[in-house]
Structures are given as C-alpha cells and as structure tokens.
C-alpha cells in the first residue's frame, strides 16, 4: 500500500485485500465552511470524453443560474499533471479510487463538507457511502460504477456463452477461430488482472513477481494465438463489426447500442460479467469519484453539483448519456431494464449492491509492486 494509507487486512470478494484508516487530513487544506451561498460560476468540471450528461448540466444551471464548462482529459496521468503545474483552476473532477494516494498527498482535492451533499446519505447505496478507500468519507463522493467483463456479437458468434465455460476468464485462449477479431482493454490493471483471474490468483493487487511474470507470458502467448490488439473504443469497434470478442468496461457495452448501424437491434450485444452468478470465479468493480478541487474558485458550487449528480432522477439522465451506471437507489439493474434505458440482453452490464461489495478490486499498490506491474505490461504492450 502506499505510504499515505494505513491499512489493515480483510477479505472483499473472497480475498484479502486492505481496508484503509480514514484519509488524512491536513491543517493547510480545510473543507470549506458550511451556510455559504454558492458563488456565481462558471463552475469548471474537469472530466473525461462525454462523462456528464448535458441534460444534467442543463438542470443545475437552471436551477443554481451558474454555467458549467467541461474540459476533458484523455488519462489521469495528464490530469493530474495538469492539475500539479497550478496553471488551471477547475472546480470538480472524476478520478478512480486508485488516483487518491497522488491526490490526497498532493493536496489538489479539498475536504467535502457533506452538509452540502445530503443526496449522499439519502440516495447512496451502503457500500459506496462509506466507501473502503474513502472512510467517512472525507473527500470523494461514488460516480460512475462499471465491471469488467466479455462483450460479443451474438450474430457472429453464434452458440458462444462464456458462462457455459470451465473457465469463462479462458475464452479469449480459446477464441481462435474469430482470429483478428479480438480485442482486450488497453489498460494495465484490468487486463493483467484478468490473466491472473484465468490463472486462479483472486488477489488483483498482487506483488508477487512469478504471478505477475506468468499473466504477462499468458498475455503475450494471446497476442500470437489470436493477434490480439489492445483497445479502449469498444463502444464503436463492437456496433460497426470490426471487432466480435472484446474485454470491456460494462458501460462501454451500454454506450454501443448509440453506435449500432442504422437497422441494426440492439440483441446482437452482449456482456457477460464473471461475478455475475454464484459459483463464477470472481469479478472486478471498479468507480470513479466526484471530488472538490482544491484549486477551484467555486467550493461551494462545486458541491452543490456534487449533490445534484447524486440525485436518483438526474442519474438516470446521466446514466442515459454515458452507459455507465451509478450506485443510487433507482439505478439497480431491473430498474434501468423498466426505465428502457437498458435492453434485457444488457441488463447484465449492471450491478447490484451485493455484486459491488462482493466484487475484486483494483487497490492502490506500493511502489515496488506497481514496479512489476509496469514491467510486467510492458512485455505484453512490446508484442501486440
């Protein structure tokens, strides 16, 4: 674990990974003080690629008379790079729980004070209202919440169900007769986690070299098996065809049904994720969160947009923008089927707040460990 947090062991997802002490605070970053009336904007939201619905942004300026602008970044590392040099003064932001180590001890996200935030206690699932990485919590509040899973046109795989596997983290090593067509995420956790998933290991924080070693080998084995290619756009590769099996990100799969051809239904989608049933070996959740800018001239504005997200309506029109599901009460799977925001074939693209505190987590690892895990990626990353 990173020096910044103190932590100590539990199991989540049938694995030991670490519960954290609450984050620490520091004099010379105070959360702003409660009763203030909002500042007049414009608020800076500082995001990725189509991340907050429009019609969301539309119904907090009507209702607060600020205007929002959103500037998109295309990595976290850019990001915070961006955010270190002080050159900008955003307001709000949507880093992963792994981002707050460098965020937390850099002093660029400021203390929530959640009398701002009431939508928190009232509309929060219980597992992500007190969050394992965030106790209290004291700087973030839960955005968008996906799995990692398999994704496939059933028109052109007709009879593949990973589900009926032994081993349904083995089907990309089997998927040789759709050669060229498969794809796995360009993301180094994910995809390194799922090579050990295959391999039985359901610690996905590992830093044990010979595990790690062993995924890369099984990663580069795949690029020769099938030309594997790595790839983050499954949202168009999936719809236009040129793509049949892919790992993806389950908002992803939702987001493709926009891309889908004219004429074609939405059934020829589907996801399949491997925490989804009882006896699956397992599956990573992951969020990102919505935080305060310490940078930021609008505090308070900030977060009342924090709240206004996590408001149930809001986040069905936001969750019918960007694919990605938010962990409120009126956003469980069978919900965002009724709403038709999802068709039945996708609805396993969601999650239940059972799958979300079950379900394996990328942590934030020590230097050593994220050491091998770089190398370890960059043997694959050299070959595909």
Known sequence: MSKLFHAFGFTLGNVAVSVLDPMPLYGDNAAVASGLRPEAGPLQVYTWVDYVSPKAIAAFQRKYGASVRVTTFN??????????????????????????????AGKLIQPLNLDYIPNLAANVWAPMAD?????????????????????????????????????PYDAFWQATAVKGRVRMLDDQRNTLSW???RNGVKDVNTGDKALLDRAAGDLVDLVGR?????????????????????????????LAQRYL??????????????????????????????????GGRNPVLAHLFLNHLLDSKVALESFAFTG????????????????????????STGLTQDQVAAGLVNAPLSEAATALWQDAWARVKATA
């Open 75 to 104: 990595s976290i590392d850019e990001a915070i790079a961006k955010l270190t040099s002080g050159a900008v003064h955003f307001d709000v932001a949507t880093p992963g729980f792994g981002d707050l180590p460098r965020l937390v």
């Open 131 to 167: 969050p394992w990485y965030d106790r209290g919590p004291r700087y973030t509040v839960p955005y968008g919440m996906s799995s990692t899973g398999i994704s496939w046109r059933a028109d052109k795989m007709p009879g593949f169900d990973p589900a009926a596997l032994a081993n």
């Open 195 to 197: 090579a050990l998933l």
């Open 226 to 254: 099938v030309n594997l290619k790595f790839a983050n756009n499954d949202f168009e590769t999936m719809p236009n065809g040129s793509v049949w099996l892919h790992e993806s990100w389950s908002g992803a799969l939702v």
């Open 261 to 294: 051809p004219k004429g074609t239904p939405a059934d020829v989608l589907r996801y399949w994720w491997p925490g989804s049933a009882p006896s699956s070996p397992g599956g990573i959740v992951h969020s990102d969160q919505l935080v305060v800018l310490r």
């Open 324 to 347: 990605f599901q938010q962990p409120l009460r009126g956003s469980e799977p069978a919900a965002l089927v009724r709403a038709g925001l999802v068709p039945p074939n996708l609805q």
